[in-house]
C-alpha cells in the first residue's frame, strides 16, 4: 500500500536541529568531493544525490571503453560506455553504524 506524500501523516516530524546538521555536513562532502573531482582530467559527473538512499556521489569516468552487449538499451549504454569508479557519502543505517574503510 502506498500512500500519497501530502496524505502521509506517519512521517511528518521536523526536527531543525539535526536537518541543519545534516546539512552542514552534505555541503561540507560536496566541497570535497568537487574539489576531488578538480584534481581530474577526464570525464567527470557533478556532484549529486541519490534520493533513494540520500547519500552524495560524483563518479569519474577513464578513457577505456567498456564492451556493450546488444541487448543494453541506449541509455545505459551512453552512461557507462566506459569504465568509471563512483565516490561518495552516506550517512549510514544501524546496519552500519562506523564507516567502513576499503583497501
Same mark, same amino acid.
Given at each position: 500500500?502506498?500512500?500519497?506524500?501530502?496524505?502521509?501523516?506517519?512521517?511528518? &516530524?521536523? !526536527?531543525?536541529?539535526?536537518?541543519?546538521?545534516?546539512? =552542514? @555536513?552534505?555541503? $561540507? *562532502?560536496?566541497?570535497?568531493?568537487?574539489?576531488?573531482?578538480?584534481?581530474?582530467?577526464?570525464?567527470?559527473?557533478?556532484?549529486?544525490?541519490?534520493?533513494? &538512499?540520500? !547519500?552524495?556521489?560524483?563518479?569519474?569516468?577513464?578513457? =577505456? @571503453?567498456?564492451? $556493450? *552487449?546488444?541487448?543494453?538499451?541506449?541509455?545505459?549504454?551512453?552512461?557507462?560506455?566506459?569504465?568509471?569508479?563512483?565516490?561518495?557519502?552516506?550517512?549510514?543505517?544501524?546496519?552500519?553504524?562506523?564507516?567502513?574503510?576499503?583497501?
Amino acid at each position: 500500500m502506498h500512500t500519497a506524500f501530502g496524505a502521509d501523516t506517519d512521517h511528518d &516530524s521536523y !526536527d531543525p536541529v539535526a536537518m541543519n546538521l545534516a546539512w =552542514r @555536513v552534505l555541503s $561540507q *562532502t560536496n566541497l570535497i568531493l568537487e574539489t576531488f573531482a578538480a584534481e581530474w582530467s577526464g570525464k567527470v559527473s557533478p556532484v549529486h544525490v541519490f534520493w533513494h &538512499s540520500f !547519500d552524495l556521489a560524483m563518479t569519474r569516468f577513464s578513457d =577505456r @571503453v567498456v564492451p $556493450q *552487449t546488444t541487448s543494453t538499451d541506449a541509455v545505459t549504454r551512453e552512461a557507462y560506455s566506459r569504465e568509471l569508479m563512483s565516490f561518495g557519502f552516506w550517512f549510514g543505517d544501524p546496519g552500519f553504524p562506523e564507516p567502513l574503510r576499503r583497501t
